[in-house]
Each structure stands twice: as C-alpha cells, then as structure tokens.
C-alpha cells in the first residue's frame, strides 16, 4: 500500500447535538501517510502528461454557499476550513485498468446514507465537510422517497422544489431533486441544507464567486475522478496555504497529481521536493516517473503509476455503504442495520465486545432489520462509544469504521 493519503475515514455517528462528520481512523485502502520508502529504491523523474481533467468547470464548488448566506451560531460551518472531496464513483478506473483508488470514494461515502441506489449510480458525490454530502445523478425520487421512509425518515416539507426528510435518532436532513441528493446532519441541518440548496440552485452566491484566491485554486486543480482537498500535502517539512490530491487514469497507467499553493516566498525549490519526496512518500518510489512543476507559488508533483504497480497496489474489496439508526434508552443502546449492503460478520470488529448482548455468529451476515444490542453499564471505563470497523478482504489491518456512536449517558454498574 502506497504513502500518500491520510488515513481511512470514519463514520461518526453523535447522539443529540453533535453532527454526524468523517473523520480519519488507522488504515487505509491505498496507504498511510508517510510510509518510509523501501531500502534502496530510486525515484524516477521525467516527464508524465497527465489526462486532460473530466471537465473544466469544478461541479463540487457549485454547493459551496459564500460564509455570509449560512446561519450564525457556534455550528456554523467555516468555508475556509471545509475539508472537501469530490468523486465520479462510477469511474474509477476498474474498466480501463482493472482497479481502483478508493480512498476518495471511501472518504466521501462514509457520512451518505444509502437513498436505494449503489453508491456507483451517481454521477458525482461531493463530500463538503460540515455542510453535508451531495449526491449528483439521475435519480428517481420515489425510489429516494420509498427508500427513505422504510429507513427511519420522515417527510418533512418541500424547499423550493426540494422534497425534504428528516430524522432525530442521529440527526440528519437529505434534500432529494431529480438531480441531486443533499443531506446534512446536526443541530442547524435545516437551515444548513437550506443553504446548500440555494448555492446548487444558484439563488446566493457561490464561495470560489467572492473569494479570488480559492477560485483560482480550485481552476488550477480542475475536476478529476476523484480530488481530495488537503490530501495533497505530504511532506511535514512544507505548509501550502491549498493543497490537492487529484488521481485520474487512461487504459495504461494511474496517475496521481499533488497541487500545491504557497504563500509568496514560501515555495520550496524544486531539490527541496524531491529530497521530501525521497524519505518521505512511497508512492513516489512506486512511480514509473515523477514530475514536478513549479509556476510561482504553485507547484504540481505528478505520479505516473504503472498499470500492473497499480492493481498490485490497489484494493477489490469496497467497504459497505448503509444506514444506520440508533434506539438509546440509556440503560440499553440498539444499532439498527436501516438500508443498503450487507456486511460480513467475519469482516468487522464491533466494540465494546463486553457490552454487546448477542455477538453475531461467524459466518452470518448483517443485513437490513437486523439489530446490535449493547448494554451501558457493561461499557468498560476506558470506552465511552460503540463503533464498527470494516476490515478490507486484502488486508485486515486495514479497515473503516462504518459506524462510530456515543451513547447519550452511560449507567454505572455499581
């Protein structure tokens, strides 16, 4: 596995107030950051022409509403901050080179519930940090609706078209068009998802429309199957003010482009980057060539990734994409397989092991309807959550978590 992305993502599923947000948890289905390069290997520089991006005008940045149109409050999301990504799930290369980089679709998947389509129907998924998840495609809005409201939700009005449904278990909101499907979690979710809405619309205006320096970044990167935002800064010696991870493929190769932005006289010099990429990144050391360009205070470090090296590299497996509900009754807690796929028993852990009432049997799998039980007062000191972790068929030690839910009060057994 390859040292270029920041860990795999985890679900995170807070009770009351809190949002529902990704987050990184060990493991990785491409890599951890900064593995060490192995002993004795070189990195080839040339020249590498990367594929021309999907398109030229970024779609993820259509959602981002200007900081001044999103309701006040200490849950206001932060534009500037928002850690974003943004995939073409059902192209990633498996048809053209026979595998996938997943980490990005992993990343943005993580926080989406399933809506009664494989996460691969849509067109787009843009992950936008603490304003929620947007799911572009062709959809049919019965199958979002009747999937909806077998899976915990509730209607809950219409916006400006919008049909619009709600839940309290974990709080979330999904906004569903024939275009699109939004869903955003937490206290402000409606006002949030609101918000959102009238950016994709186009009825407010846009962040990269007001702020000049994050629309020439996100020109510069473009679109590509999948763009990571903040994955692009591997080196812990370098601090750009934008950084992205962009990967695309053609029938020979993967490719795998880190845009970088500095500060005016903080662009490090083009030994400087290949000396961080010679200790630093694996990726580089797996690269049939490595090239880097620097134009001011941008620098592009481009990967070409041979054909055979990446489906070595790259994982089969595809985590579970689902919906989880939650029934806490402080002395008991119920997890609630809602929607979507089935995941194999053998291929997770559920923790805290000593708190779950009726461990699944091996070889079983979870499917939707079915329930975990976990007594409160069984929780040892030291855990405060419950949390399931997908562990990829390559490789166990990598894994996802899939579900991650802090009770709202734990009951003392003494």
């Known amino acids: 596995m390859s040292g270029d992305t920041p860990t795999a993502t985890r679900r ?29 290997q070189e990195v080839r520089y040339g020249r590498v022409d990367t594929p021309t991006p999907i398109d030229t005008e970024p779609a993820y940045r259509e959602w981002i509403p200007v900081q001044a149109e999103l309701p006040a409050g200490e849950d206001q999301p932060d534009v500037q901050d928002l850690v974003w990504v943004s995939v073409t799930p059902g192209e990633l290369g498996r048809e053209a080179i026979g595998a996938e980089f997943r980490v990005g679709a992993d990343v943005a998947m993580s926080p989406l519930d399933y809506f009664g389509y494989a996460f691969q129907h849509y067109d787009y998924v843009h992950g936008l940090g603490g304003l929620g998840t947007v799911a572009e495609g062709d959809i049919e809005t019965e199958t979002v609706t009747s999937t909806l409201q077998n ?32 869903q955003s979690y937490g206290n402000e979710r409606r006002p949030i998802i609101e918000t959102v809405l009238d950016a994709g619309d186009g009825r407010i205006a846009r962040h990269h429309e007001q702020d000049k320096v994050f629309e020439t970044f996100s ?63 694996e990726r580089a050391m797996q690269a049939w060539a490595v090239d ?60 805290p092991q000593n708190a779950l009432v009726d461990k699944p049997e091996p070889g079983t799998l979870l499917e939707p309807g079915d329930e975990l039980e976990f007594t409160t007062a069984k929780f040892p000191e030291s855990e405060d959550d419950i949390s399931v972790f997908y562990n990829y068929a390559e490789n166990s030690s990598n894994s996802i978590a899939l579900l991650h839910y802090e009770p709202n009060e734990l009951e003392s057994d003494a």
């Open 151 to 182: 899976s915990g939700y509730s209607h809950n009005g219409t916006y400006h078209g919008w049909e619009l449904f709600d839940r309290t278990d974990i709080p979330r909101t999904v906004a569903v068009s024939k275009r699109a499907i939004v």
């Open 219 to 281: 020109d510069w990167v473009g679109s590509s199957p999948t763009i990571l935002e903040a994955f692009g800064s591997s080196f812990p010696d370098f601090e750009p003010s934008e950084s992205a991870l962009a990967y695309n493929f053609d029938d020979d190769a993967a490719y795998f482009i880190y845009h970088q932005q500095y500060a005016h006289g903080e662009t490090p010099t083009k030994g400087e980057i290949q000396e961080a990429l010679e200790k630093s990144t």
């Open 12 to 40: 995170t599923l807070i009770s009351g107030a809190a949002a529902l947000v990704t987050t990184a948890v060990s493991g990785s289905t491409a890599g951890c950051l900064s593995l060490l390069p192995p002993v004795g």
């Open 292 to 351: 880097i360009e620097i134009d001011g205070t941008q620098v592009a470090i481009q990967m070409r990734v041979e054909e055979d090296e990446f489906q070595d590299d790259a994982a089969e497996d595809r985590a579970p994409y689902l919906t989880w509900g939650v029934d806490d009754r402080a002395a008991t807690v119920t997890i609630r397989h809602e929607a979507g796929d089935t995941i194999p028993v053998d291929q997770v852990d559920i923790e």
